[in-house]
């Protein structure tokens, strides 16, 4: 994780109270010890958390000032891990263009011009050749009851009653 994505994490995480600075908690500090996939499930469970301890509150009193603060660290929590899987996002995007761009393109055989094509010459491709359970047919079909009539599929005919 970068620094500046860490300082706008940090700037979630960090509230004032009473002129005093407090933080959710200290990404910083977790950084060193561990990787940012970490840090991104410590966070989500400490969200999971909060949530439910929010429900609960709610559940007691929905006027106390607590639920307030709880509301406020649950959107700081979201924010800054959405802030956090952004920047591994675009690192990884980064990456993978990186890769794309130092692979060696192989020459093909140019295919040939449309008039050197031949519509119906030689064999057929291995689609046509394979079973395809018969489905394969002309569009008429035939039964033993049939009066013997060849008709196209999705002909009207007249049935005894």
């Excluded at 004032?16 to 966070?43: A, G």
């Excluded at 692979?103 to 449309?114: A, Q």
């Amino acid at each position: 994780m970068n620094r500046k994505a860490l300082r706008a994490a940090q700037k979630y995480l960090t509230y004032y109270k009473n002129d005093v600075r407090k933080r959710i908690v200290d990404i910083r500090r977790l950084s060193k010890d561990h990787t940012t996939q970490e840090i991104i499930l410590f966070l989500k469970d400490y969200l999971r958390e909060k949530e439910k301890g929010l429900q609960n509150m709610l559940l007691i009193d929905r006027t106390n000032k607590r639920v307030d603060e709880m509301v406020a660290a649950i959107f700081r929590l979201h924010m800054a891990i959405n802030t956090i899987e952004e920047e591994k996002d675009v690192l990884h995007f980064a990456k993978d263009y990186e890769r794309r761009e130092t692979l060696i393109i192989k020459p093909r055989k140019e295919v040939g011009s449309i008039g050197e094509v031949k519509q119906g010459a030689g064999t057929g491709s291995q689609f046509c050749q394979r079973d395809c359970g018969g489905d394969c047919g002309s569009g008429k079909w035939k039964d033993q009851d049939h009066d013997g009539a060849d008709r196209d599929t999705g002909h009207k005919t007249r049935r005894a009653a």
